[in-house]
């Protein structure tokens, strides 16, 4: 079956760096787009970045613009997610998604596997 499997998370202080990672396995063809998630507590999930798988054109939210880069190695079917310059607001679960549906990059809908999530605490 499809698993992806995250990993990176942890602590740390405001202004710090965090790089995560996403290996997905299982797959029968190449998705369409694989995108990162966050859920903080009491909140919605909300997208954070993405890529389409080829091509590699990437869709990032306005919160994490200029800060946040995601990054795909289609040989190895892993996605890196590259936070800089962290915030307290950052704080929450990070989810790696995959979907191979056509469709809008940033839309929740559509991601049909996702992983078990990962911490990201920044400290303030």
């Known amino acids: 079956q499809v698993q992806l499997v995250e990993s990176g998370g942890g602590l740390v202080q405001t202004g710090g760096s965090l790089r995560l990672s996403c290996a997905a396995s299982?797959?029968?063809?190449?998705?369409?787009?694989m995108a990162w998630f966050r859920q903080a507590p009491g909140k919605e999930r909300e997208f954070v970045v993405g890529?389409?798988?080829?091509?590699?054109?990437?869709t990032t939210a306005d919160s994490v613009r200029g800060r946040f880069t995601i990054s795909r190695d289609t040989a190895k079917n892993t996605v890196h997610l590259q936070m800089n310059r962290l915030k307290p607001e950052d704080t929450a679960v990070y989810f790696c998604?995959?979907?191979?549906?056509?469709?809008?990059?940033?839309?929740?809908?559509?991601?049909?596997?996702w992983g078990q999530g990962t911490q990201v605490t920044v400290s303030s």
């Open positions: 299982g797959l029968t063809s190449s998705p369409y787009a």
């Open positions: 890529t389409t798988w080829n091509g590699g054109s990437t």
């Open positions: 998604a995959a979907r191979q549906s056509i469709g809008r990059v940033s839309a929740r809908v559509g991601y049909a596997y």
